[in-house]
């Protein structure tokens, strides 16, 4: 018969806390692929370049992780992982960022609900979705101890009156410039303040050079990169694109070559090193706990990724600049470098000023158009309305006429009556005559969006319309325009307003490529 020791010791066994793990022994011990959202549905397990991105997220010495990286690296599950980490292992309130709220709404019921209702030990601690007391929603769900909120970074509303100790921020170069109330990423740090272990990830693939956010925040961080064994001389090594070699027009030749040596490694052997490879800091971080990671495509394990598939598309590709903007952003990691993003720097755009005043219309404007941007409003900081008049001239040559920072709350009718008088306003030309504004586009996209639609309603006799962004690519520059409900000041008025979505990032390809033009012209733009 058992002494009361030995069932004093049997009970503590069970009422022992689960031992805690770091991320990655977590993943292997409990994480598993869904059908919908892997090539390979079962069991996950790590690869050796996973295993430090991972592990940081549960160091407690690391506060902010950065990682800059590829398609076809894993970045989309190790966020996930965190998440059933925390719902499993250490419950906390947990906020995700994606591009958009339709984007939020997607990774939701792609990545989020698969993973809970494939991962035996996350099954039961999140709410049912069908349970009555809303506690689990596309973009909201509840467990023990904690809940994920998922938003989206075109809306400033996700970011307010919550608190959260993990704030993860998911292709933040796909984020829209910023919300009304300021920079998205910002704003969910804001929301971390006030937790000692809190922890931020920050994760992109990178688009244009000096315009990429992640680029911006992976150079504040230690800068870590894998490095790698040669299989000849034992010399470790970052593997870059250079140090691939091939014969002309045959990718299935292409080895490695060890830039200590000059061994030509084959690709059978890339596992071999990728297996004892280590990540090493480059650089001094800006603070303490802020770290960075970058890897690329060559270190994949994925069978799209060998090396000779990697020279196969970069040779389909190399003639066409737009295809090789993807190339070098999702398989090389890296931000993409034109001459038109040095111009469109600071001291590049100082440089282009031309000499004509302010306020006045150069030879060759034929008519003037009106933008007004509406940033913050209800007492937040930076409340502002900026309008920007542009001249435009044949083939749509463009001159930046006038620029003005309106400073009020754009809930205030002061503010707009401001903005009407621009309306007013006879911009003088070279010839001695007058223009005046033959259309104005409002942005109703911010916190003051009634009034912003009043504003319109009211003055669309005058060539006042409605536009509102949409961060979506490859999507056509200008809507057709839809009809919209207005809430005014004598109540709701039905289809009050019409509403143009723009394409914005097609428009900042657009405007890139013009800047690329320096000569008077079609196109080109005058500052």
């Known amino acids: 018969m058992a002494t009361d020791q030995e069932l004093l010791n049997v009970a503590l066994r069970f009422w022992k806390p689960p031992a805690r793990l770091t991320l990655s022994q977590w993943a292997d011990q409990y994480a598993h692929l869904s059908a919908e959202s892997s090539a390979e549905a079962g069991k996950w397990t790590t690869l050796p370049y996973q295993k430090g991105v991972m592990d940081a997220f549960t160091d407690p010495k690391i506060d902010t992780v950065v990682w800059m990286k590829s398609a076809r690296v894993g970045a989309t599950k190790i966020f996930n992982h965190l998440i059933g980490y925390h719902v499993h292992q250490d419950p906390c309130p947990i906020m995700l960022c994606q591009p958009t709220v339709e984007d939020a709404e997607g990774y939701s019921k ?8 494939d991962t035996p030990v996350l099954r039961g601690l999140v709410s049912d979705p069908k349970a009555k007391d809303g506690s689990n929603t596309i973009l909201s769900k509840s467990f023990p101890g904690g809940s994920l909120g998922m938003v989206g970074a075109n809306s400033a509303r996700g970011f307010r009156r919550v608190s959260r ?3 993860l921020f998911d292709e933040v170069d796909g984020y829209p410039a910023s919300t009304s109330e300021g920079d998205q990423i910002k704003l969910g740090i804001r929301r971390s303040e006030y937790y000692w ?3 931020i990830g920050i994760a992109s693939t990178p688009t244009i050079k000096d315009f990429s956010r992640i680029e911006r925040w992976f150079l504040r961080t230690d800068q870590r990169r894998y490095f790698v064994p040669c299989p000849e001389c034992d010399h470790r090594q970052v593997l870059r694109w250079d140090q691939l070699k091939w014969e002309p027009g045959r990718p299935e030749t292409v080895t490695y070559e060890c830039e200590n040596c000059a061994h030509r490694i084959p690709h059978s052997q890339k596992r071999w090193m990728v297996e004892r490879g280590e990540w090493r800091p480059t650089a001094t971080a800006d603070a303490p ?8 495509a060559a270190y994949s394990y994925s069978p799209n990724a060998t090396w000779e598939n990697l ?9 066409n600049k737009d295809q090789l903007r993807t190339f070098v952003n999702t398989v090389l990691g890296q931000t993409f470098e034109e001459d038109y993003a040095a111009q469109m720097s600071t001291d590049g755009l100082m440089a282009r000023r031309e000499p004509y005043q302010s306020g006045t219309c150069p030879d060759g404007v034929l008519l003037l158009t009106a933008g007004v941007d509406v940033q913050g409003g209800g007492g937040s900081i930076g ?11 044949r083939g749509e040559e463009a001159w930046l006429i006038w620029h003005q920072e309106i400073m009020g709350d754009p809930f205030r009718p002061e503010v707009w009556g401001q903005v009407d008088a621009v309306l007013d306003v006879g911009w003088p ?6 223009l005046r504004i033959s259309q104005m586009a409002v942005d109703t996209g911010g916190n003051a969006t009634h009034e912003a639609y009043e504003f319109v309603r009211q003055r669309t006799n005058r060539g006042v319309v409605a536009i509102k962004g949409l961060n979506k690519r490859g999507g056509i520059p200008v809507s057709k325009g839809n009809l919209v409900d207005v809430n005014a000041r004598e109540g709701v008025i039905k289809r009050g307003v019409k509403l143009y979505m723009l394409g914005t990032d097609t428009i900042k390809v657009t405007v890139h490529g013009r800047l690329r033009n320096q000569e008077a012209g079609p196109g080109a733009i005058h500052f």
């Open 110 to 117: 792609d990545e989020i609900a698969p993973m809970i209702r």
């Open 165 to 167: 100790r993990v704030v």
């Open 197 to 199: 272990n809190r922890k």
């Open 289 to 296: 706990g802020l770290i960075g990671f970058h890897i690329w």
């Open 311 to 319: 020279v196969r598309e970069f040779l389909e590709v190399k003639g």
């Open 383 to 393: 409340d502002r309305v900026a309008v920007s008049v542009w001249g435009w001239g």
């Open 429 to 434: 030309t070279t010839t001695g005559m007058e």
